[in-house]
């Protein structure tokens, strides 16, 4: 399952104080390839009426380089995500800029002999949460979020 993942960094907030969009960004180190490894017999068995859990968890891989968002600051644009009809974001997760990043995406499948199949294509600014909101959403029941931490787009 192709994903952006995000690296939490610089100063945490205080144990219990969410981050906020406002601070969103001094917060995030940078962006990663990720590739979230779902074991779908074991999530077969345990949807009903766990849901997806030990599944979930198999296995993560990501890129060797981790890009920054002052590297990523050329390719900012709006989010194309969402329709007139969505409910508007609660307070906490309203983005004057709501915006995101022009990354295209691709996973291809190429066998020993060169041939390539590409798997799925799409580009970052379909998501319909940007990065900050994600990080935003994730502290605001106090969860401490530390540098290092890894926060996985989904999918």
Not at 3 to 23: A, H, R, S, W, Y
Not at 73 to 79: A, G, I, K, V
Not at 139 to 155: E, I, P, Q
Request: proline share 7%; charged share 20%; aromatic share 10%.
């Amino acid at each position: 399952e192709l994903e952006v993942g995000l690296f939490v960094g610089g100063n945490p907030p205080p144990l219990g104080k969410p981050i906020t969009m406002q601070e969103a960004e001094e917060h995030i180190f940078g962006l990663v390839l990720m590739n979230d490894w779902s074991a779908r017999d074991i999530q077969k068995w345990e949807y009903v009426p766990l849901g997806p859990f030990g599944a979930k968890n198999f296995g993560t891989t990501i890129s060797p380089w981790i890009v920054t968002l002052d590297a990523l600051e050329p390719f900012r644009c709006t989010t194309s995500a969402g329709t007139q009809d969505d409910p508007v974001p609660l307070e906490y997760l309203r983005d004057p800029q709501y915006g995101s990043y022009d990354i295209d995406l691709n996973v291809d499948h190429i066998t020993q002999d060169g041939a390539t199949t590409t798997i799925c294509r799409s580009n970052f600014r379909h998501m319909y949460w940007n990065v900050k909101q994600q990080l935003v959403h994730h502290s605001v029941t106090g969860c401490n979020m530390k540098a290092g931490d890894l926060l996985g787009s989904g999918t």
